[in-house]
């Protein structure tokens, strides 16, 4: 059964710092991996997808990484920023299924203070 | 504007009384789904469908039905809510399976 894990649970930073949020999973067999942003009592926002043959992806200050063999995945938030505070929400994506199905980790709520 | 929309977006509700909570999406996607996020547990999946009229259980389908009549529609219906229902409610779509996932606001639902 897959399982997503994410550390820390919560992160507090003042703004301007560079930051590395966790994100593992036990089984390698997957079709991709999603980084999500939630605001509080919104929806999912889609950050990052890496898809499995990727190691990387990039957007504005974030960049995302997949060791697939590790079961391993990172978010990096460079010059972090208030309006950075959220919960970010990483899920995979099972390979070995028929359908489509992400398993989330329950998240990383980061608060950048200014 | 391509997006999800869901609706209501804020329901309290009795034990009992049956309700639909609508979703459609505009991209023409295929993948269509359903979640639910409660604290400590995070997002889990309801149930899923691959296109019309294909659908099937996810994680935790008891006592939800869906359907599945047009591409861009895919409603949740609980027949007889029950309060562990009480949860906030995700729908999804996506072009591919592999396919980055667009997910819609939420409808934060409240069984009494």
């Known amino acids: 059964k897959q399982e997503v894990t994410q550390i820390p649970a919560a992160l507090s930073v003042p703004e301007g710092e560079n930051l590395v949020l966790n994100c593992s999973f036990t089984d390698s067999a997957i079709y991709n991996l999603q980084w999500f942003r939630q605001d509080p009592g919104k929806g999912l926002t889609s950050l990052l997808l890496?898809?499995?043959?990727?190691r990387e992806q990039t957007s504005g200050r974030l960049n995302a990484s997949l060791d697939k063999s590790s079961g391993r995945s990172t978010l990096y938030i460079a010059a972090s920023q208030p309006g950075d505070s959220a919960t970010y929400l990483c899920a995979v994506q099972r390979m070995n299924t028929g359908f489509q199905k992400l398993v989330f980790g329950t998240g990383t709520r980061l608060l950048v203070s200014p | 504007e391509a997006q999800v929309t869901q609706n209501p977006r804020y329901l309290i509700t009795v034990t009992g009384k049956k309700l639909t909570v609508t979703c459609s999406q505009n991209m023409n996607h295929e993948y269509m789904s359903w979640y639910r996020q409660d604290p400590g547990l995070g997002l889990r999946q309801i149930y899923y469908s691959m296109n019309v009229e294909v659908t099937d259980k996810g994680d935790v389908p008891e006592g939800y039905k869906v359907s599945r009549k047009e591409k861009r529609n895919f409603p949740l219906i609980l027949e007889s809510p029950s309060p562990n229902q009480t949860s906030l409610y995700f729908c999804a779509s996506s072009d591919r399976v592999a396919d980055e996932q667009f997910f819609g606001p939420g409808t934060r639902l409240t069984v009494l």
């Open positions: 890496i898809q499995s043959s990727q």
